[in-house]
Structures are given as structure tokens and as C-alpha cells.
T-cell receptor
Framework: AQSVAQPEDQVNVAEGNPLTVKCTYSVSGNPYLFWYVQYPNRGLQFLLKYITGDNLVKGSYGFEAEFNKSQTSFHLKKPSALVSDSALYFCAVRDRDQNEKLTFGTGTRLTIIP | DTGVSQNPRHKITKRGQNVTFRCDPISEHNRLYWYRQTLGQGPEFLTYFQNEAQLEKSRLLSDRFSAERPKGSFSTLEIQRTEQGDSAMYLC????????????FGSGTQLSVL
């Protein structure tokens, strides 16, 4: 079984400040980890992924995420937030040894305050 | 690429009626996925095709649900004898052979069962 937890429904950050959106996961095998973003009236968009290798993964729009195996976490980060980063963010996991199914978290709404 | 296209954008139906949704993936993407998303939740996996073969089905997909992908191009998702609990956003995604871990999502079909 695989699952994802996003402990914060809502995160508010002032523009220009660093942001973190938290994600922890559970998977029986080796994980593939992802972040997707959803803007209003638009489909989910891929941000970044961790497959193997370097624990720090860089993605679109200046976002990055760090894979921490011991804490089973994959937090999304950005050094300086923009108002345009305001959106709904989803973390997802797939068991690389099992199937093609992506399991998503419940999402975190990120609001950047000007 | 022109993106993943889903039709219709919205569908309102009465309980007990049958509905069919269509998804046109990005051309030459051999993998196609259906997900369902309800308010306040992340997308939930329904089924997955590689070319025309349906390789995975979630236990969420009851006997009233059927999906097809004839000729490995567009896909249809049919729900028979709709129930109010079927009300949700139905999302389609596709990925290609070389970048299978990056899913491209459509904007979805919003189903309301009255």
C-alpha cells in the first residue's frame, strides 16, 4: 500500500520570503516522488520528480524538493516566493516496483501575500 | 504539443442515466490514465492504458465503470446507471515512452449527478 500525507491544508507566506510545503509518504518498496501544481480552471501541472540519485531535486519555476529517506519526507521549497506561486500543490508517490498508480495527497493551498 | 483534451467540460445528468466522457491525449503518448477528484481531495487513480491495452484498474472502478482506448489513441470512460456519489471531476492524463514519469493532465470533465 502507498499513501501521502500533506499535513497543512493552507500555507500563507509573504512575498519574497522562503516557502516550504510539507509532504510525507509511505510505500512498501522504493518510491518515486512528485509534486504537481493546480491553478484555477487549469489541469494539474508537473513541477518536479525524484526518481533516484541526488536527494535535492530542482524543478519548474524555481521550486526544489528534498528527498529524505529516513524521515520519509519530500518537502517542496522555494527561496523567494512570488504572488504567482499562489495555487494548490499536490504531492504524489508511486511504488516503482509495483504499479503505475500515482497516489496523491489531499493538497496544500499556498497563498503568497503581497 | 497541443495538450490533453477532455470533453465535455461539464456534464449534468440525472441519477440512473449513462454518461460517457472522452479524452484525447497528446499525440504519440502511449500511456493514458484516468483519475477522479472530489472537492478537497487529491486525484484518485482509476485506470491505466498502455497503447490499447488496459493494464491496471483500481478497486474504485466498479462494474458500472468501463474504459476503452481503441487503436491506442483517444479514450472513453463510461459510467452506467449513475449515482450521486459519482459526482466528481474526472481527469485524464497521458505520458510518453521516454518520459513516462511525467504526466500531462487535461482540464477534466466535471460530472454532477442530480
Amino acid at each position: 500500500a502507498q499513501s501521502v500525507a500533506q499535513p497543512e491544508d493552507q500555507v500563507n507566506v509573504a512575498e519574497g520570503n522562503p516557502l516550504t510545503v510539507k509532504c510525507t509518504y509511505s510505500v512498501s518498496g522504493n518510491p518515486y516522488l512528485f509534486w504537481y501544481v493546480q491553478y484555477p480552471n487549469r489541469g494539474l501541472q508537473f513541477l518536479l520528480k525524484y526518481i533516484t540519485g541526488d536527494n535535492l531535486v530542482k524543478g519548474s519555476y524555481g521550486f526544489e524538493a528534498e528527498f529524505n529517506k529516513s524521515q520519509t519526507s519530500f518537502h517542496l521549497k522555494k527561496p523567494s516566493a512570488l504572488v504567482s506561486d499562489s495555487a494548490l500543490y499536490f504531492c504524489a508517490v508511486r511504488d516503482r516496483d509495483q504499479n503505475e498508480k500515482l497516489t496523491f495527497g489531499t493538497g496544500t493551498r499556498l497563498t503568497i501575500i503581497p | 504539443d497541443t495538450g490533453v483534451s477532455q470533453n465535455p467540460r461539464h456534464k449534468i445528468t440525472k441519477r440512473g442515466q449513462n454518461v460517457t466522457f472522452r479524452c484525447d491525449p497528446i499525440s504519440e503518448h502511449n500511456r493514458l490514465y484516468w483519475y477522479r477528484q472530489t472537492l478537497g481531495q487529491g486525484p484518485e487513480f482509476l485506470t491505466y492504458f498502455q497503447n490499447e491495452a488496459q493494464l491496471e484498474k483500481s478497486r474504485l472502478l466498479s462494474d458500472r465503470f468501463s474504459a476503452e482506448r481503441p487503436k491506442g489513441s483517444f479514450s472513453t470512460l463510461e459510467i452506467q446507471r449513475t449515482e450521486q456519489g459519482d459526482s466528481a471531476m474526472y481527469l485524464c492524463a497521458s505520458s510518453d515512452r521516454g518520459r513516462r514519469e511525467k504526466l500531462f493532465f487535461g482540464s477534466g470533465t466535471q460530472l454532477s449527478v442530480l
